[in-house]
């Protein structure tokens, strides 16, 4: 049994490497479908409200909310899989409660990406601004305390095939492209 969690700055890669996990077989659980079924449960709307309602669940149920409503989806998984991505951790708490669920089964991996789109995204927030709120999180420490790197600098064939190495080979795989 592996259990994957990403982190890393909005348009990292993150979505890109749990696609290729998709495609490999790998069951995925996106830590933001916690936060949009929050949201549709309270009748908002998620494309415009994530961010905001991100931080009310973890002012209303403690900062690794979202970590725990994500753990049975994993669970869930694991029963039909050896390996299970977890896309979108936000925090150093949302690691220390995954390490606690998973021990040493549990690989964190950074996605960075030195170039990113400077722009807006679909909710209309800016990427400096989405960058500030997830580092309010605890993103930072999070990175800081992942197993492995994957720079998300080259061409979307390099990034993919980096990705499909640590999913078929392990960490050790890529640790040499650090």
Known sequence: MTVIGTVGLPGSGKSEAAAVARDAGIPVVIMGD???????????????????????LREENGPDAIARESLPRIEDHLEGADTVVVDGIRSDVEVERFHEAFGDEFVLVEVRAPER??????GGESMAARDERELGFGMGEAMEMADVTIDNDGSLAAFRSTVERLLSDGPEAIEDDE
């Open 34 to 56: 916690v936060v949009r079924q929050a949201c549709r449960e309270r009748g908002l709307d998620p494309a415009t409200r994530h961010g905001e309602m991100a931080k009310t």
């Open 117 to 122: 789109d400077a722009g807006t995204d679909e």
